[in-house]
């Protein structure tokens, strides 16, 4: 924003400080004057009368003829004072906020990394710096993850489209390819591109929080997600268990559900070749509801556990090649979990696999009569206070 000239904050305090030095000075001066005025009588009578015929010296006209040049001059005195002590003081006064103003300059210009790391005790100033350098941080963390996003995005969808370049020019030059082969390998490309389209839009949305809240339970969205999946599941040998109590919490249904059947999803396709199984569990808290996504699989180091959240990282090698998702799916889960003040935590499971944690925020719920979900039959006996 263009703004006009004006004076300085360092000059403002100046003035201030030498006005009501001048102020402070003027009203002690009048307090002087007064008490001379009511308790200086007007004459003396002088112990040696011959310094004056009459014997009476006049007090009051003396002093008045002393007082005000004096008085002139200290007001003087104090006003230089004022002036050059103010000056003083008022830039010792904003020098951190020089600091603070120089730090704000060069994060203007894209340096990040600097701090200004202001020492001394806790004031209003040194509080301003901190939070100054906590958001610093904050944004060259969040600039740092953009970048690699924006690198791995590119370099996930440089993929596919190149892949659709090379059957397309083999179609081309090669006129014995069989068609049908290269339109199905196309096909495959294309919905990978898709996918990966649609999930950089759904976590761009969630980190955007633009979403309506509203009541939603977390026990709902887990048998829906079960339900959904378990088609999958079953082709693939894969058990899934469901249990847990109403989890209620407010957001997006649509994200939530997306959330739930992201971790279900993960949990099944990252799993052993035979006999795997998936814990679903929903559990209320004080305060929070948790949902809980256990598989088994491959056994897995914290250090890598720690890395899967991460946008395009995968974990173990999935157990069928028809699923090979986009590398997005626990990146999407933490978005929105974040963008529901929430917390997802990833804990290696000792005999093998990986325990995936969501805790969300739990409103206070009045307990109802209890109610039938339509498709999955299970009994519910909480909904949300009616507004």
Do not use: C
Request: charged residues 20%; positive net charge.
């Amino acid at each position: 924003m263009d703004r006009a000239p004006g004076r300085s904050v360092r000059l403002k305090l100046t003035l201030s400080y030498a006005g009501f030095l001048m102020v402070a000075g003027a009203l002690l001066l009048a307090a002087v004057w007064v008490f001379l005025l009511r308790y200086v009588p007007d004459r003396a009578m002088l112990i040696n009368p011959d310094d004056r015929p009459d014997g009476v010296f006049p007090v009051r006209s003396v002093l008045q003829d002393v007082f005000a040049p004096r008085a002139a001059a200290v007001l003087a005195f104090l006003l230089v004072f004022g002036l050059v002590g103010g000056w003083i003081l008022a830039g010792r006064m904003l020098a951190p906020l020089t600091r603070i103003t120089d730090a704000t300059r060069m994060a203007t210009h894209g340096s990040l990394s600097h701090r200004i790391r202001l020492p001394g005790r806790k004031d209003e100033f040194r509080e301003l710096a901190d939070a100054f350098d906590a958001m610093l941080a904050r944004l060259e963390a969040h600039v740092a993850e953009q970048q690699r996003f924006a690198a791995n995005a590119s370099h996930e969808l440089r993929t596919p489209l190149a892949i659709s370049k090379a059957l397309i020019d083999v179609a081309r030059t090669d006129p014995s390819a069989d068609t049908g082969e290269v339109i199905d390998r196309l096909h495959a490309v294309n919905t990978r591109a898709i996918d990966l389209t649609e999930a950089l839009l759904l976590l761009s949305r969630a980190n955007q929080r633009s979403f309506t809240r509203e009541h939603v339970d977390l026990s709902l969205m887990a048998e829906e997600a079960t339900e959904t999946l378990l088609p999958l599941a079953e082709k693939h040998g894969v058990t899934i268990e469901t249990r847990g109590d109403i989890a209620p919490t407010i957001g997006s249904r649509a994200l939530l559900l997306q959330l739930t059947t992201n971790l279900v999803h993960n949990a099944i396709v990252h799993n052993l070749p035979e006999q795997g199984g998936v814990w679903v569990t929903t559990t209320v808290r004080p305060g929070t509801v948790v949902l809980t996504v256990e598989n088994t699989g491959e056994k897995l180091t914290a250090q890598r556990v720690s890395t899967l959240t991460e946008p395009f990282q995968r974990g173990t090698e999935r157990i069928h090649t028809d699923h090979a998702g986009v590398g997005l799916g626990l990146a999407i889960v933490k978005t929105i979990a974040q963008a529901h003040d929430g917390t997802l935590t990833l804990t290696p499971r000792s005999g093998g696999g990986i325990r995936i944690t969501v805790e969300l925020p739990h409103p206070h719920f009045r307990t109802s009569p209890a109610r039938r979900h339509p498709l999955t039959g299970r009994t519910t006996g909480a909904v949300p206070p009616e507004r």
